[in-house]
């Protein structure tokens, strides 16, 4: 499974981005989808998730409300839509996927493949 997260860029505080994370593969319906977020000097950290059929979904507190997850298995992408940014959500944003039945959505070690990361820099 190879995914290609695109999207980032700069904006500045209350805008909006989509970014985008699309997947090889034939079975992507198949598999759950999430999205965490590293800033300079702090650890990866979890963002949101969606389950492989997109029926739920899974936000960390600090986005819920502002941010939305969404897939189109048809296009195998899955995007995830960041509302009323603030510079506290500047970060590099990585998707990541796994084969595997996931328990904990919100944990590193859930998901197996990894996408190269896109930055997002909101400026205040």
């Known amino acids: 499974v190879q995914l290609q997260a695109s999207g980032g860029g700069l904006v500045q505080a209350g805008g909006s981005l989509r970014l985008s994370c699309a997947a090889s593969g034939r079975t992507f319906s198949s598999y759950p989808m999430g999205w965490f977020r590293q800033a300079p000097g702090k650890e990866r950290e979890f963002v949101a998730a969606i389950s492989w059929g997109g029926g739920r979904t899974y936000y960390t507190e600090s986005v819920q409300g502002r941010f939305a997850l969404s897939r189109d298995n048809a296009k195998n992408t899955v995007y995830l839509q960041m509302n009323s940014l603030s510079p506290e959500d500047t970060a590099v944003y990585y998707c990541?996927?796994?084969?595997?039945?996931?328990?904990?959505?919100?944990?590193?070690?859930?998901?197996?493949?990894w996408g190269q990361g896109t930055l997002v820099t909101v400026s205040s």
């Open positions: 990541a996927t796994t084969r595997k039945a996931v328990t904990d959505y919100a944990v590193n070690s859930s998901y197996d493949y």
